[in-house]
């Protein structure tokens, strides 16, 4: 897998050259994926964490070849989380995306890869309501297809870019564990500088 990704930032590095360069910053939220966690409140009720889950904050940056094709690398953050008075739970980890894309005119689609690191839950609730305090997940890899409306400058590919994504990872414990997918559909809106 270290050599997958150290060849893809070496030919990203190459074609960077070739390529009109700009920021990019998004925001995003996605659900979905299998249930990682439930908390049952005193009171009555529950709520859950899901594996696909989550705001999804990014930068980066866009690569654009001409009009019709671009190439967008980014990190985030991407997590989830359950609050309640006598505690919390959070289902957190930092993808590595990259994405390239085909463009009609406005409309995008692009196909890409993304890998989540540090993938951690973890659940503070007094009352002995978590089943363990903390589990680290291992590193995983997937897949992503996504549909890009972009707006830009007359000028430039500068703009903003409203999308929606489908995703599919599987997590890994560590411990032996089942493995939970962690398959996610969200929305995401873009500002390339």
Same mark, same amino acid.
Do not use: C, W
């Given at each position: %897998?270290?050599?997958?990704?150290?060849?893809? &930032?070496? !030919?990203?590095?190459?074609?960077?050259?070739?390529?009109?360069?700009?920021?990019?910053?998004?925001?995003?939220?996605?659900?979905?994926?299998?249930?990682?966690?439930?908390?049952? +409140?005193?009171?009555?009720? !529950?709520?859950?964490?899901?594996?696909? %889950?989550?705001?999804?904050?990014?930068?980066? %940056?866009?690569?654009?070849?001409?009009?019709?094709?671009?190439?967008?690398? !980014?990190?985030?953050?991407?997590?989830?989380?359950?609050?309640a008075k006598n505690g919390d739970a959070t289902f957190s980890r930092t993808p590595l995306e990259v994405i390239g894309y085909r463009f009609f005119g406005l409309h995008g689609v692009g196909l890409g890869l993304t890998h989540h690191r540090n993938v951690q839950v973890e659940c503070d609730f007094s009352g002995g309501i978590c089943p363990f305090s903390k589990v680290d997940l291992d590193n995983?890899?997937?897949?992503?297809?996504? $549909? &890009? +409306?972009?707006?830009?400058?007359?000028?430039?590919?500068?703009?903003? !870019?409203?999308?929606?994504?489908?995703?599919?990872?599987? $997590?890994?414990?560590?411990?032996?564990?089942?493995?939970?997918?962690?398959?996610?559909?969200?929305?995401?809106?873009?500002?390339?500088?």
């Open positions: %897998m270290r050599r997958f990704v150290v060849a893809a &930032l070496l !030919s990203v590095a190459a074609t960077a050259q070739a390529a009109d360069p700009h920021f990019y910053a998004g925001l995003g939220f996605d659900v979905g994926g299998d249930k990682v966690l439930e908390v049952d +409140y005193v009171g009555g009720g !529950s709520d859950a964490i899901y594996a696909g %889950m989550g705001f999804h904050l990014a930068v980066g %940056m866009d690569l654009d070849f001409g009009t019709e094709y671009m190439l967008r690398g !980014s990190v985030g953050y991407k997590g989830t989380s359950i609050s995983a890899t997937g897949l992503l297809v996504e $549909y &890009l +409306y972009r707006v830009r400058r007359e000028d430039s590919n500068k703009g903003f !870019s409203v999308g929606v994504r489908l995703g599919a990872i599987e $997590y890994k414990d560590p411990g032996g564990g089942d493995d939970i997918g962690g398959g996610f559909i969200g929305a995401n809106i873009g500002i390339t500088l």
